[in-house]
C-alpha cells in the first residue's frame, strides 16, 4: 500500500496492518475493548481519537503518530525564525521540524523518478536543501 500523505485514512492503515500481519480478532476485541463490529467501523474512519489511535499503536507496534508528523514535515509551512514581541515561549517541547525519515525520502524520490516534480519544484514545495537532496538521489 503506498502512503498518500495527502490523503490520510488512519482506518483502512490500521486494517492493512492487522490483515499484513495476521493479528486476530479475538486478540483485537480484546485489547481494545470492543466488539468485532466496533473494530470493523474503526476501519471505516478516515480519523480516529488519539485515545483509540495510541492503543492502536501500542497493540500493533506501530507507530501510526508518525503519519501525521511527516504530513506536517512536508506540508506545514515553517515558522519564521525571526520572533517578534508577540512569540511567547511555549509550554510545550519544541521539535526540530527538519526530521526526514526514509518514508519521507523514499516519497520525496518517487516523485522526482515518476516525473511527477522536478528537484527545483521539490526543493521550493517542500523547502528541502539543494545538498540535503543531492545526497538523498546520491545515496538512494
Known amino acids: ?9 488512519i482506518g483502512s492503515m490500521i486494517q492493512s496492518h492487522v490483515e499484513q500481519n495476521e ?3 479475538t486478540r483485537i476485541c480484546k485489547f481494545m475493548r470492543s466488539s468485532e463490529k466496533e473494530i470493523e467501523v474503526m476501519y471505516l474512519q478516515k480519523d480516529l481519537p488519539t485515545d483509540v489511535l495510541l492503543r492502536w499503536s501500542k497493540l500493533l ?7 501525521y ?5 512536508l506540508f506545514a ?4 525564525s525571526v520572533q517578534t514581541k508577540e512569540d511567547k515561549k511555549s509550554v510545550l517541547p519544541q ?7 526514509q518514508e519521507i525520502i523514499d ?18 514545495e517542500y523547502n ?12 538512494y
Not at 77 to 80: A, T
Open 95 to 101: 521539535f526540530r521540524k527538519n526530521l526526514y525519515t
Open 61 to 67: 507496534q506501530y507507530d501510526f503518530f508518525r503519519v
Open 107 to 124: 516519497f520525496i524520490l518517487e516523485l522526482i523518478r515518476t516525473g511527477k516534480r522536478t528537484k527545483k519544484q521539490v526543493m521550493e
Open 23 to 25: 493479528f486476530e480478532m
Open 77 to 80: 509551512p515553517q515558522k519564521s
Open 1 to 9: 500500500m503506498a502512503l498518500d500523505l495527502k490523503n490520510i485514512h
Open 69 to 73: 508528523s511527516q504530513y506536517l514535515i
Open 128 to 139: 528541502i536543501p539543494k545538498s540535503t537532496l543531492y545526497k538523498w538521489l546520491e545515496k
